[in-house]
């Protein structure tokens, strides 16, 4: 499934999730790569996803990196990959530790 700008909405990012999660069995291996703009809320130490239909100065379509994870658990893959090009991702493991530090 491929999700280019427009398509890219809160909507269809979740969908596609739930779709994965259905389809890919426990014998599969699952590459999902993001290309996008994220968020990190300085005040709550929380990163988020902002789809192609956010609102700017908004979160309400942010898709917080929690809910990312859980929906990245539910997949019953044999491995999963997630390649993220996107700002904060760093955020996605623990708000507490830097960039850096989670690759030593």
Not at 17 to 33: A, H, M, P, Q, S
Not at 82 to 93: A, N, R, T, V
């Amino acid at each position: 499934t491929v999700l280019v700008n427009s398509n890219a909405t809160y909507e269809k990012i979740l969908d596609t999730f739930d779709e994965l999660r259905k389809k890919v069995g426990n014998t599969e291996r699952l590459i999902i790569y993001v290309a996008g703009h994220g968020h990190f809320d300085v005040n709550d130490e929380r990163g988020f996803w902002i789809p192609n239909d956010a609102k700017v100065n908004t979160r309400g379509l942010f898709i917080h990196n929690s809910v990312i994870l859980e929906y990245i658990e539910d997949i019953k893959a044999f491995h999963t990959l997630l390649i993220s090009d996107s700002c904060f991702f760093g955020s996605f493991f623990n708000s507490k530790r830097t960039a850096a530090s989670q690759f030593v």
